[in-house]
């Protein structure tokens, strides 16, 4: 098996419009996806989020915003479901989520909405850490699936009976290692200048503040220890697939693999990451392997 590295999520869709790619991770169900593509279970519920700069406000109403510029990158399902909830928001449609973020970051957006994992990765990956996490539409959460091309109905079924396995604590701790992200909360500024003047409500607002405070703290503690143990899931996954699953990046090094390649490398799974092929001299032989043991 042969993963593809892609520069957009449009151009993921396009490759497998045309059956150049049979699988996709990670996908939202929609009906014109249904033509072309049959989808697992789902595996990961994923809440959507704003991702907005440092020093913007908590969104709490969406509805009530005005003259605010929303930035999507091209071909996702969201864009349908904005453009039709809150057209009191303008959008930005750009070809790729690095120039989503870095524009969010200079000021040319306001804002975007993006899934909560995609963009703690990219934020990490692009080292973009005055950005933040200022709220979310919980409608909008995603159902994350497989999307597995038409022409190979087996390999679905094969990638179904696995998900039945997995136990949603451990896909939240594999997450957990991507998303590392500062989250915006709201701080009740207007309640706080109402009650300035009298010394007995200023300190009711400040134990209330607390309290969400601490509430805040449980919930994303409860984050961080759902998406540790979704990892152990995730590398459950992968290590049940009888053919060799590996990701790299643009410069050929190993990012993910699976324990039946690991095992071809004579190394534990965790090792092989950030080698390249000529790290093991066995390039021909790895190749070769590969192939002859895919048995989907």
Known sequence: MEVFSTQSWDESLVLSKKGKCILLPFLNRTPERDVWLNFTRPYFIDSHVFVTRVDHDYIANVAGLRNKIMVLPLGTSVEER??????????????DEVTVFRMVEDGRADMTLRSLTMAAHTIRKEGRFNLKIAGGIPAYANELRAGVHRDYPELRDRLDAAIATLIPEEIQDAVNRHVPI????????????????T???????????????????????GLAEKARRAEQHLRQLIDLMPGYVFVRDQQGRFVITNRALADLLGCLPDR?????????????????CIWQRITW
């Open 82 to 95: 904005v453009r039709m909830d809150y057209p009191n928001l303008d959008l930005v449609i750009v070809p």
């Open 182 to 197: 500062r989250v915006g909360y709201r701080m009740g500024h207007g309640l706080f200048f109402q009650v300035a003047g």
């Open 199 to 221: 010394l007995l409500l200023l300190l009711m607002a400040a134990g209330l503040w607390t309290v969400q405070l601490r509430l805040f703290n449980r919930k994303l503690a």
């Open 272 to 288: 092989v990451a950030g080698k390249t092929d000529l790290d093991y001299g066995r390039i021909r032989i790895m190749y070769s």
